[in-house]
């Protein structure tokens, strides 16, 4: 997953790596007149201010938008507070798009397709489109939160075009007539994490509260879990066995990393060792996965080989202690280094390591003690790398890195396709990855 120019022409930095010069292609807005570098402008000062509560906000943490400027019509001037050279990775984040004078009220973009007054439901041909004249005059959305009905709206034909379907509807589509799948490899990596809640803590580092700080019982379960049987039974061969890294096929993801081979016997001795053998384990299902429900029931058989008794249950709801134990967790594709800010414990647009910070042993400066784990400062140090280096392999290697810091406290056994159902008479349909430039895009769709 890397960046590519959009709505920019294109992006570059100066030798620091603090001021970024944005050129903008020319793209008619639907109100007919050309976009702007100062819309470009107002739009990132809105997403990056606290009071808007833009879910991307975090991630433009470092922009000074009182610095940043329109040079022209076409060009703007984006200045940060410390040298970031994977920003753009934040400009193509979901949620950062450009609208006419970031008005996020009324909006007015520059897509394939836009609203019309009293339809909330469709949305019509932008003919003035950069990228051409849509084929298809307009788009109809018909929500439904529920799979099932999804996939038996496109087999009776009352729609074209059915998002988000689970391996089992895939596999049924493919073996119809007048339906078919766009599948797109290794949109989602599915965890087992370790005690703390999702984003709380490297895989790593445990939870002193949990039975999983000792090291043995966490590679017990990474030796226990039989990831080739949860792809065959879960997700019917429509995914590949988890390496214990997230995103495969990614940018910046490991080559030649071998797989993990499931262990009972070793598994069952680290149980024993810890002195863990028939241990009642909370096994939660993960709120944002279905998927997590029947993998819930192979993995307590699973576990139990190696002496483990997981207790499938509920998630913890936001406002109560999290509970130790395991949680499933599914992790959509985005660029890697994100990922790793994530992991790292760090928010989206955080300098990974200020001046002030503890240093890469997890020390505070003066020696007051620890601060951060030290598997966490380890993977912000080499983000700093990759951060602050013009260097294109230097940041690569620092991130590739970092990746590897996380394997052995982490259990991936999973990475997963993203599937969608069309008719057969629909063209122009692309695989895509969630939350990428082509997902969920249909400027150049055609039905019939």
């Given at each position: 997953m890397t960046v590519r120019p959009h709505l920019a022409a294109s992006v570059g930095p100066d030798r620091t790596g603090t001021?970024?010069?944005?050129?903008?292609?020319?793209?008619?807005?639907?109100?007919?007149?050309?976009?702007?570098?100062?819309?470009?402008?107002?739009?990132?000062?809105?997403?990056?201010?606290p009071d808007t509560a833009a879910t991307a906000g975090p991630l433009l943490a470092n922009l000074d938008t009182t610095a940043s400027r329109a040079l022209s019509a076409t060009e703007l001037e984006l200045v940060l507070a410390t040298p970031d050279f994977l920003f753009p990775l934040v400009l193509g984040a979901p949620g950062t798009g450009i609208v006419r004078a970031g008005r996020g009220d009324r909006p007015v973009g520059t897509g394939a397709f836009r609203f019309l007054p009293g339809s909330q439901d469709a949305l019509y041909r932008h003919d003035g489109h950069w990228l051409g004249r849509p084929p298809s005059p307009a788009v109809e959305f018909v929500v439904d939160d529920d799979e099932e009905e999804r996939y038996q709206s496109l087999v009776d034909g009352y729609v074209a075009y059915a998002h988000d379907l689970f391996p089992h509807s895939a596999r049924r589509l493919l073996g119809r007539t007048g339906t078919t799948v766009v599948s797109a490899p290794g949109s989602a990596t599915r965890f087992l994490d370790l005690s703390g809640p999702t984003g709380a803590r490297t895989p790593s580092t445990g939870d002193p509260a949990s039975p999983f700080a000792d090291p043995r019982l966490r590679e017990a379960v990474r030796l226990g879990i039989d990831r080739d049987e949860l792809v065959r039974d879960i997700l019917l061969d429509l995914a590949v066995p988890g390496d214990d890294l997230f995103g495969p096929g990614l940018a910046h993801h490991p080559d030649g990393v071998p797989p993990v081979v499931r262990d009972v016997a070793r598994a069952r001795e680290l149980v024993v060792a810890a002195g863990a053998d028939g241990l009642r384990v909370p096994l939660l299902f993960d709120p944002f996965d279905p998927m997590s429900r029947p993998a819930a029931d192979l993995v307590v058989e699973q576990l139990g080989a190696i002496g483990l008794r997981a207790e499938p249950r509920e998630p913890d709801t936001p406002d109560?202690?999290?509970?130790?134990?395991?949680?499933?967790?599914?992790?959509?594709?985005?660029?890697?280094?994100?990922?790793?800010?994530?992991?790292?414990?760090?928010?989206?647009?955080?300098?990974?390591q200020p001046p002030d910070s503890p240093t890469r042993d997890g020390t505070a400066p003066d020696g007051a003690g620890s601060t951060i784990p030290p598997g966490r400062a380890d993977v912000r140090?080499?983000?700093?790398?990759?951060?602050?280096?013009?260097?294109?392999?230097?940041?690569?290697?620092a991130l590739r890195r970092a990746q590897l810091l996380l394997r052995d406290g982490g259990t991936a056994w999973s990475s997963g396709d993203e599937h969608v159902g069309i008719s057969a008479d629909v063209t122009g349909i692309e695989p895509a990855r969630p939350d990428t430039g082509t997902w969920a895009r249909f400027h150049r769709a055609r039905w019939g």
């Open positions: 001021r970024w010069r944005v050129r903008l292609r020319e793209a008619v807005a639907h109100d007919g007149r050309p976009i702007t570098a100062a819309d470009a402008l107002a739009s990132l000062r809105r997403v990056a201010d109560v202690e999290p509970t130790p134990g395991i949680r499933f967790r599914r992790s959509v594709a985005q660029p890697v280094p994100l990922y790793l800010r994530a992991a790292a414990g760090l928010d989206a647009g955080a300098d990974p140090a080499l983000l700093a790398t990759a951060t602050r280096s013009p260097d294109g392999a230097r940041r690569a290697d």
